[in-house]
């Protein structure tokens, strides 16, 4: 595998997109940085990245930009693929166009975006995918299920892509991030607006849910260069990890996912959220 690499990052305009763009230039590769609208890059990429338009749910788009690199850079080699937001909401109130969103975007714009870059590599017979996953994707949290569950679905197709690919000389790896130093939650808080502020009833519940989302839930933060760090050294390592967690909050809370039983985290959620008990 070529020591300069060249490197596709979706959804680039800001955040661990934008912080990979930056840290993959700054080690001497050369770096695609995508995003729905490639002018709000404008001034943010270093001298080495390029901007391209990429919305990964308009079929297609992901193989024309595939090509582009192709004939830009003469192959591609790793693939970053971090695009993606937050619906919030209580499972009932959260419309089914807005779960459709939720998948469009973070499981099958993933998806596109993956196919497209399969055929480069296995012709090339080298290859990184680095799936930009979440804690969220091991731990459902209440009132987070939409974006929970695309980030359970991104883990299992990481998996059975890894072992796919690999009789082709790619590699496959997932990241899981903690909470992190992002506008990310600022969509997020746009998206669940008129949610919160519609009749519902679970009303009464979303003012602790919107707490802990702000407090509990965002302790240990670290900036999102700590992410992009990660990526970059998935990308160089001659045997990637399969998984990489980021936080303490993602280094404490996924290896106890495994151990302890399920009604211990409901407790510790409804505390959190300063939920009722069941009835």
């Given at each position: 595998?070529?020591?300069?690499?060249?490197?596709?990052?979706?959804g680039?305009?800001?955040?661990?997109?934008?912080?990979?763009?930056?840290?993959?230039?700054?080690?001497?590769?050369?770096?695609?940085?995508?995003?729905?609208?490639?002018?709000?890059?404008?001034?943010?990429?270093?001298?080495?990245?390029a901007?391209?338009?990429?919305?990964?749910?308009?079929?297609?788009?992901?193989?024309?930009?595939?090509?582009?690199?192709?004939?830009?850079?003469?192959?591609?080699?790793?693939?970053?693929?971090?695009?993606?937001?937050?619906?919030y909401?209580?499972?009932?109130?959260?419309?089914?166009?807005?779960?459709?969103?939720?998948?469009?975007?973070?499981?099958?714009?993933?998806?596109?975006?993956?196919?497209?870059?399969?055929?480069?590599?296995?012709?090339?017979?080298?290859?990184?995918?680095?799936?930009?996953?979440?804690?969220?994707?091991?731990?459902?949290?209440?009132?987070?299920?939409?974006?929970?569950?695309?980030?359970?679905?991104?883990?299992?197709?990481?998996?059975?892509?890894?072992?796919?690919?690999a009789?082709?000389?790619?590699?496959?790896?997932?990241?899981?991030?903690?909470p992190?130093?992002?506008?990310?939650?600022?969509r997020?808080?746009?998206?669940?607006?008129?949610?919160?502020?519609?009749?519902?009833?679970?009303?009464?519940?979303?003012?602790?849910?919107?707490?802990?989302m702000?407090t509990?839930?965002q302790?240990?933060?670290?900036?999102a260069?700590?992410?992009?760090?990660?990526?970059?050294?998935?990308?160089?390592?001659?045997?990637?990890?399969t998984?990489?967690?980021?936080?303490?909050?993602?280094?404490?809370?996924?290896?106890?996912?495994?151990?302890l039983?399920?009604?211990?985290?409901d407790?510790?959620?409804?505390?959190?959220?300063k939920?009722?008990?069941p009835?």
């Amino acid at each position: 595998m070529p020591s300069g690499q060249v490197v596709l990052v979706t959804g680039s305009s800001s955040g661990i997109g934008l912080a990979t763009v930056r840290e993959a230039v700054r080690r001497g590769h050369r770096a695609f940085a995508s995003a729905r609208r490639p002018d709000a890059l404008n001034g943010a990429l270093p001298q080495g990245a390029a901007a391209v338009a990429l919305d990964v749910t308009e079929p297609g788009a992901a193989a024309r930009v595939v090509e582009q690199i192709l004939a830009e850079a003469g192959r591609l080699d790793a693939l970053v693929s971090n695009a993606g937001f937050a619906q919030y909401g209580a499972i009932e109130d959260i419309s089914s166009e807005r779960w459709r969103r939720q998948y469009d975007v973070n499981v099958f714009g993933a998806l596109e975006t993956i196919r497209a870059c399969l055929p480069a590599f296995r012709k090339q017979g080298w290859g990184t995918i680095v799936i930009v996953s979440s804690v969220a994707g091991k731990l459902s949290i209440p009132f987070s299920s939409p974006y929970c569950s695309s980030k359970h679905a991104l883990e299992a197709i990481a998996d059975a892509l890894r072992v796919e690919v690999a009789p082709f000389g790619v590699r496959v790896t997932i990241v899981e991030p903690g909470p992190i130093e992002t506008r990310f939650g600022e969509r997020a808080k746009r998206e669940v607006a008129d949610i919160l502020h519609s009749p519902s009833p679970y009303s009464a519940v979303y003012a602790g849910a919107e707490r802990a989302m702000d407090t509990d839930f965002q302790k240990g933060k670290l900036p999102a260069e700590a992410v992009a760090q990660v990526i970059l050294d998935a990308i160089e390592a001659r045997r990637p990890r399969t998984r990489y967690t980021v936080t303490g909050m993602a280094k404490l809370l996924i290896p106890l996912r495994r151990i302890l039983p399920d009604r211990f985290f409901d407790f510790a959620f409804r505390r959190s959220l300063k939920l009722p008990p069941p009835a």
